[in-house]
């Protein structure tokens, strides 16, 4: 059962404009979140997170969104450059319980920014 | 650059061999994992070491050992292994398991192919 969708598996955005990816989770006990972005034959590198007592992160070019109600996660990415050609992973964790240390991720969405 | 360094980045190995693969970090992390990646697919969680103990196995194959020296390093032994194990196999570690919310960092895996 995935816990953590992201169901556009891809993203075609002109540089300069905004890209905007989504995720959504069904843990209410997930309360860390996280994305990651991956090129082809590296590993994931970490982006931004963002704690579930706060909605908004922001961290140069790239923000993170978080609507709890709605159990909702979006990445802002602005503007877009050729460089953020990549796949880009949401994942979640609990800081409690049994799933403690675990990250969930979702499939993935691969960015493609055309100049 | 990533901090998390696994080698060897390639290896290719029949069903009978036994290798092994090695992670190491220096960011003083005391949480390491290993993590099994399928192409266009997520990485899916195989074990999780806190503080050089084993405290997470997915319910993964004997075939695969994983060996946590110090705080540095991680190993995963194979021995026996099946076509179907072929993968990118990732390392990870965070600081700590869970608590403090704290991204775990990727290494860049080994590809693994068994013949």
């Known amino acids: 059962d995935q816990q953590v969708k992201q169901n556009s598996p891809s993203l075609s955005v002109q540089e300069g404009r905004i890209s905007i990816l989504n995720c959504d989770y069904t843990?209410?006990?997930?309360?860390?979140f996280l994305w990651y972005k991956k090129y082809p034959a590296e590993g994931p590198t970490f982006l931004i997170s963002?704690?579930?007592?706060?909605d908004k992160n922001e961290d140069g070019r790239f923000t993170v969104f978080l609507n709890k109600s709605a159990k909702h996660l979006s990445l802002h990415i602005v503007p877009s450059q050729p460089g953020d050609s990549a796949v880009y992973f949401c994942?979640?964790?609990?800081?409690?319980?049994?799933?403690?240390?675990?990250?969930?991720f979702g499939r993935g969405t691969q960015l493609t920014v055309w100049p | 650059d990533t901090e998390v360094t696994q080698t060897p980045k390639h290896l290719v190995m029949g069903m009978t061999n036994k290798k092994s693969l090695k992670c190491e970090q220096h960011?003083?992390?005391?949480?390491m994992y290993w993590y099994k990646q399928k192409a266009k697919k997520p990485p899916e969680l195989m074990f999780v070491y806190s503080y050089e103990k084993l405290s997470i196995n997915e319910s993964v194959p004997s075939r695969f050992s994983p060996e946590c020296p110090n705080s540095s390093l991680l190993n995963l032994h194979l021995h026996a292994l099946q076509p179907e194990d072929s993968a990118l196999y990732l390392c990870?570690?965070?600081?700590?398991?869970?608590?403090?919310?704290?991204?775990?960092?990727f290494g860049d895996g080994t590809r693994l192919s068994i013949l």
């Open positions: 990870a570690s965070s600081p700590a398991r869970g608590g403090r919310s704290q991204p775990q960092h």
């Open positions: 843990n209410s006990m997930f309360d860390y």
């Open positions: 960011m003083g992390h005391r949480a």
């Open positions: 963002i704690s579930s007592i706060k």
């Open positions: 994942a979640a964790s609990a800081k409690r319980g049994s799933t403690l240390g675990r990250l969930y």
